[in-house]
């Protein structure tokens, strides 16, 4: 048999509406998302998104990966999505959340992952910067109240600091950069270096900026001995990637297209 051509699968995606837009902090907005579409999707919060937005330069749409803040879906209110988009400065998902208005049309691919704090952890630490926020705001709602829990987060300044939810008290360090750039600080690599784990088995979940994450996964391997199981590394954004104006994971030019609801 003449070997045969790969079938081209196209991934479903979502398209919901944006119901209301908020300004969580100076540098953080909520998009509040809606739509029928959006009840069949079983969201968990701390999912990802892969979501389209137009590339003002190009013209083309652009995928950005984004995480789950919060996901309700009930029988009278109908279904509602949140994402908090950190408006760092120049890049399409940024420039698309500062200007999004209710009404306009979205198309996202997702969710996806499986991340759950383990539930038989002695301990958790979680550690980013503001784009871990919304992923570390969702696993903190996950954990029973007795769960001994430190949470590391790298902002901006003390503008960006938010209530963590859920019933867990978790104690939380702020680390602020105070005009330093992101991605330019030691900030989270210091503050790990000089946290003290208690005693048994812990679960360490990290993300953020890509370079400081890879550093803080070595620290903890090759200086505190962590064991790799009790890890979850993931890099969330890097200085050189994704230049404003280049398509990246982007689907074709003429196939996505995002407007407003009528
Ligand atoms: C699994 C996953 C989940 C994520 N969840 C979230 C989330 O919930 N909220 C959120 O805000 N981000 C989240 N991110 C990070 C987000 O995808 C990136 O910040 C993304 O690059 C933003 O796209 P952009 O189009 O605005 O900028 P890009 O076009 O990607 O980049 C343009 C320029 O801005 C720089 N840049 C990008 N992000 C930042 C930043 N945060 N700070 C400073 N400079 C930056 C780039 O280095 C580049 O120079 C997540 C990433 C991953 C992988």
């Given at each position: 048999?003449?070997?045969?051509?790969?079938?081209?699968?196209?991934?479903?995606?979502?398209?919901?509406?944006?119901?209301?837009?908020?300004?969580?902090?100076?540098?953080?907005?909520?998009?509040?998302?809606?739509?029928?579409?959006?009840?069949?999707?079983?969201?968990?919060?701390?999912?990802?998104?892969?979501?389209?937005?137009?590339?003002?330069?190009?013209?083309?749409?652009?995928?950005?990966?984004?995480?789950?803040?919060?996901?309700?879906?009930?029988?009278?209110?109908?279904?509602?999505?949140?994402?908090?988009?950190?408006?760092?400065?120049?890049?399409?998902?940024?420039?698309?959340?500062?200007?999004?208005?209710?009404?306009?049309?979205v198309?996202?691919?997702?969710?996806?992952?499986?991340?759950?704090?383990?539930?038989?952890?002695?301990?958790?630490v979680?550690?980013?910067?503001?784009?871990?926020?919304?992923?570390?705001?969702?696993?903190?709602?996950?954990?029973?109240?007795?769960?001994?829990?430190?949470?590391?987060?790298?902002?901006?300044?003390?503008?960006?600091?938010?209530?963590?939810?859920?019933?867990?008290?978790?104690?939380?360090?702020?680390?602020?950069?105070?005009?330093?750039?992101?991605?330019?600080?030691?900030?989270?690599?210091?503050?790990?270096?000089?946290?003290?784990?208690?005693?048994?088995q812990?679960?360490?979940?990290?993300?953020?900026?890509?370079?400081t994450?890879?550093?803080?996964?070595?620290?903890?391997?090759?200086?505190?001995?962590?064991?790799?199981?009790a890890?979850?590394?993931?890099?969330?954004?890097?200085?050189?990637?994704?230049?404003?104006?280049?398509?990246?994971g982007?689907?074709?030019?003429?196939?996505?297209?995002?407007?407003?609801?009528?």
């Open positions: 048999m003449p070997p045969q051509a790969p079938v081209r699968r196209r991934v479903a995606s979502t398209v919901a509406s944006v119901a209301a837009v908020n300004q969580v902090t100076p540098r953080m907005t909520r998009i509040r998302l809606c739509g029928d579409s959006l009840s069949r999707l079983a969201a968990v919060p701390g999912q990802t998104l892969k979501i389209y937005v137009p590339d003002l330069d190009s013209g083309c749409p652009v995928s950005r990966d984004y995480t789950v803040r919060d996901y309700r879906n009930s029988a009278t209110a109908g279904a509602r999505l949140d994402i908090d988009f950190v408006l760092h400065g120049d890049g399409p998902a940024a420039n698309w959340a500062r200007r999004a208005q209710p009404g306009e049309l198309e996202f691919v997702g969710p996806s992952g499986r991340y759950r704090p383990d539930p038989h952890a002695d301990w958790h979680f550690a980013g910067d503001e784009t871990a926020l919304p992923a570390i705001q969702a696993y903190l709602a996950m954990l029973p109240a007795h769960a001994r829990v430190a949470v590391y987060v790298e902002i901006a300044d003390a503008g960006e600091e938010q209530p963590m939810p859920g019933v867990a008290t978790p104690v939380v360090r702020w680390l602020h950069r105070d005009g330093r750039q992101p991605g330019t600080s030691t900030l989270l690599d210091d503050a790990i270096r000089a946290a003290q784990w208690p005693p048994g812990g679960h360490i979940w990290l993300a953020g900026h890509t370079p994450v890879r550093r803080i996964r070595a620290q903890l391997l090759n200086e505190r001995g962590i064991d790799r199981c890890l979850y590394v993931k890099g969330f954004w890097d200085r050189q990637q994704h230049p404003a104006g280049s398509p990246a982007g689907a074709p030019c003429a196939v996505r297209t995002v407007g407003r609801a009528r």
